[in-house]
């Protein structure tokens, strides 16, 4: 039912998309995946802003201040010049004159005219109306083309026409493709009718020149020099300013995006879309991996997937942005939170079916102190917790798969419940917490529901006496002709979470955290250093001289950058053998040296602990370490590569 579901939801989605639904927001969004990018060095603007209209007068200025602009420019030999604005009127006799001639003498200069232009859907753009410079302006040599820009719907310049015809059904180019050619000393072709502007960013992204401080000869000739240089209006009280997809709503000079045609053409580069067939494969891949995704997670994940995959694909638009291509965005970022929520939706009917039925068989196995603490008023039945300092425990079978792999089923449900059952009543005789069993695993913790001062020495308490338990329980193991195990045993105190953790329907009272992590860790590290309890430096500090403890390592575990110092726990101090604290000294002794680089004293010291793995280990260490020196970045951690 969800795959069909998915199906049809892609399919209306789709189906919007192409009938423009949802369009022009989708455009608006794809405004924002534009990432600015250098301007052409090669191009010069020079402005007829707001200061240039205080020092030379009124706008229009006089033909004449033109033509001396021309001349000036002309002088340092530009590659050609673009002259945005439209003479199209007659203005004293004189000066008209004075910049006919001017236009006469240099040919290098691109007059603009406007343009009334009708978009068809099949062939280029028409003109309608045109609005020439004055015949006088004009020679056989002149170049002339429309600067007409047109808004989308939302009033922002995105496309724009390079090419159209005039009524006589002549082909014509724009003033922009004009500047282009001529900079380019070669005819440039465009693929479409209208050319989507490859924007290099905001406002005041081209390298620009005062009017004024060109007529004022203030500008060194050598600015224009091989360059293009377009001349146009900048001040806002002349009204050629638009909105373009960079500048925040901050409208941009026409000359200024007649600059960023110029270098879309000379790049070669213009915006593209897909197609709707390109389009409607970008639906399917979603589909399919909504479907896939969907079908194999499990629902905790489906909105860290979500999250991703709509991640991913913003990540992947950007991208192809910055590579002219734009993919649509509003509508696939609808698609998948369609999709996700429906699988949401199916999996949690399912999920609240499978929770009622979990609730009704296991509903009263809680923890005694959480029941009591519920009983009396202290802790309400809610979601929520405190950060406390506690010492957490975990144990563990090793080679449990192994062993039940030989084992029959019942037989091996009876032999953990007797496990379970001995190491359980150790954690509740030491007034400890059984936070949950993980398989074969026993979690617990100290500190809370009740406060405990002494916490960590209860957790190590009840650790060695599950030691000593297990030689109990291996005994009759042995004499019963079953098979016999060992356990490891891994303790940390720091500040977690603890509290009623869960769902609104179904919690349990638990500890959540860092610190909760890295016990676990250390239980696992007791296979490898071939230890039975394992304790971090944090619960060390809190345990005096109850214990005989012998430093191990120190340890980066895995999914931490911090080492952590730890400790073996041998035995209650009152218990501890002479053999056993010679032991430790010996040891210490060598990890002195280990830790002073003297790999040859450390490994002779080693050498004479036989029997300890941790001192085979170390052997190998200090043997590599003496062949090839881990450089004076050393600092002694050994990194964990398993969990």
């Known amino acids: 039912m969800f795959s069909l579901v998915t199906v049809l939801t892609t399919g209306v989605w789709f189906w919007l998309y192409t009938n423009g639904v949802l369009v022009a927001l989708d455009t608006r969004l794809q405004d924002k995946l534009f990432m600015p990018r250098a301007a052409s060095d090669e191009i010069v603007l020079v402005t007829i802003d707001y200061a240039s209209i205080q020092k030379l007068g009124v706008w229009p200025f006089q033909r004449s201040l033109h033509a001396q602009v021309i001349d000036f420019i002309a002088a340092a030999e530009p590659r050609v ?46 003109a309608i109306s045109t609005l020439e410079p004055l015949p006088m302006f004009v020679t056989d040599d002149t170049k002339a083309g429309p600067t007409t820009l047109i808004p989308d719907s939302d009033g922002v310049i995105r496309q724009v026409p390079t090419t159209y015809v005039e009524r006589s059904n002549e082909p014509a180019k724009s003033f922009a493709l004009l500047v282009a050619e001529a900079m380019a000393g070669e005819s440039l072709q465009t693929e479409e009718d209208l050319l989507r502007v490859a924007y290099v960013g905001g406002p005041g992204s081209f390298a620009t020149v005062s009017f004024a401080d060109v007529v004022a000869g203030q500008v060194s000739k050598s600015v224009f020099t091989d360059k293009t240089v377009l001349i146009g209006a900048t001040a806002p009280d002349l009204h050629d300013e638009y909105l373009t997809p960079f500048g925040a709503g901050q409208a941009t000079p026409g000359v200024e995006i007649q600059a960023n045609i110029v270098q879309s053409l000379l790049e070669g580069r213009h915006v593209r879309t897909l197609t709707e067939l390109q389009v409607a494969i970008v639906f399917g891949v979603l589909m399919l991996l909504g479907l896939v995704l969907g079908l194999s997670l499990r629902l905790r994940n489906l909105a860290l997937a979500a999250v991703i995959v709509l991640i991913g694909y913003l990540l992947v638009a950007v991208a192809l942005a910055g590579q002219d291509l734009l993919l649509p965005i509003i509508h696939p970022l609808i698609l998948i939170g369609c999709i996700f929520g429906v699988d949401v939706l199916y999996r949690y009917r399912d999920e609240y079916a499978r929770r009622a039925f979990i609730e009704h068989a296991f509903g009263r196995y809680v923890a005694p102190a959480v029941v009591e603490k519920l009983a009396s008023g202290q802790a309400p039945l809610a979601l929520g917790g405190l950060k406390e300092e506690l010492t957490i425990l975990f144990s563990d079978i090793r080679g449990f798969t192994s062993l039940s792999e030989r084992m029959a089923p019942e037989e091996l449900v009876t032999f953990l419940n007797e496990y379970l059952t001995g190491m359980t009543d150790i954690v509740l005789d030491h007034e400890g917490t059984v936070d949950k069993y993980i398989g074969d695993a026993v979690m617990a913790f100290w500190g809370a529901p009740l406060a405990q001062t002494d916490h960590a020495v209860r957790g190590i308490s009840a650790a060695v006496a599950m030691k000593k338990r297990l030689v109990e329980l291996n005994a009759g193991w042995k004499a019963a002709g079953r098979p016999t195990i060992e356990i490891g045993v891994g303790l940390n105190t ?26 676990s860790r250390l239980e696992s590290l007791t296979k490898f250093y071939g230890v039975s309890i394992l304790i971090s430096a944090a619960t060390k500090k809190q345990l005096g001289d109850r214990f005989l403890t012998r430093a191990l390592d120190k340890v980066a575990v895995k999914g931490k950058k911090e080492a952590v110092r730890i400790f073996e726990v041998i035995a209650e101090a009152a218990e501890a053998t002479q053999e056993q604290k010679q032991f430790v000294l010996s040891f210490e002794d060598a990890l002195g040296a280990y830790y002073q680089r003297d790999w040859s004293r450390a490994e002779k010291l080693l050498i004479k602990l036989t029997g300890d793995k941790v001192a085979q280990l170390f052997i190998e260490r200090c043997q590599k370490y ?14 964990a590569t398993e969990k």
């Open 626 to 639: 003496a062949k090839e020196d881990p450089g004076e970045a050393w600092d002694g951690i050994y990194v």
């Open 494 to 519: 720091g500040r977690v979470i603890v509290g009623n953790i869960g769902s609104e329907r179904r919690f349990d009272y638990t500890v959540i955290g860092d610190d909760v992590n890295l016990a």
């Open 81 to 126: 010049i673009g002259y945005d604005v439209t003479f199209s009127e007659a203005s004293i006799a004189l000066e008209d004159q004075i910049l006919a001639d001017t236009l006469a003498r240099h040919d290098e200069v691109v007059l603009a005219s406007e343009a009334v232009l009708e978009i068809r859907k099949d062939g280029l753009p028409m």
